[in-house]
């Protein structure tokens, strides 16, 4: 693109609220026949005329290629997003009738139960607990330590309880009591 005259910058949205209005040149030449890599100015910018819609503000900044094209695949992921949305919305209002949810043969578990389904929405309640863990074992202690060795340091410091489920955490645990040890 030549010239500073004003160019709509091309995005997915009908009424984009970027407005492309100069450009610096920008060369690209193949720097290798033979696999046909291209070359470009990474540090070129163009002057992009934003609006804000829920003020009607605009204000001009300058932005690189790079730039642009992460503005896009935001774009293109917001309007997935806003489609996908858009599709539970409806789904929602579908129900909404005197023949779905507002039915008098409709009970609250019915209505819930497809609200989850379409909003793709598993609701849980969490269960706090405390448990006491019975722990039999033995360890190796050097003739030398036997005298001043003591179970709970080594317990605290090198025992581990832990969940391989992943609905359940281990918030702490400690060592309560030594209900029996013996020196073999």
């Known amino acids: 693109m ?58 001009d900044i300058s932005v690189t290629a790079l730039d642009v094209e992460t503005m896009r695949r935001k774009i293109n992921n917001l309007e997935t997003r806003l489609t996908y949305h858009e599709k539970m919305i409806t789904q929602i209002k579908d129900n909404i009738t005197l023949g779905g949810w507002y039915s008098e043969s409709t009970n609250k578990e019915d209505v819930l139960s497809d609200l989850c389904s379409i909003v793709n929405h598993s609701p849980v309640a969490t269960l706090r607990f405390s448990t006491t863990i019975t722990v039999e074992g033995s360890v190796e202690v050097p003739l030398s330590e036997v005298d001043d060795y003591d179970l709970r340091y080594d317990l605290n410091d090198d025992l581990t309880i832990d969940s391989h489920n992943g609905n359940m955490e281990i ?13 073999e």
């Open 2 to 59: 030549e010239g500073t005259e004003e160019k709509l910058l091309h995005t997915p949205l009908n009424e984009s609220p970027y407005t492309l209005l100069s450009v610096e040149p920008v060369t690209i030449q193949p720097t290798n026949e033979k696999e046909k890599q291209m070359e470009y100015n990474v540090d070129a910018t163009m002057l992009v005329r934003t609006t804000d819609y829920t003020t009607g503000e605009t204000k």
């Open 171 to 183: 918030d702490s645990y400690y060592v309560e009591d030594i209900v029996n040890q013996e020196w």
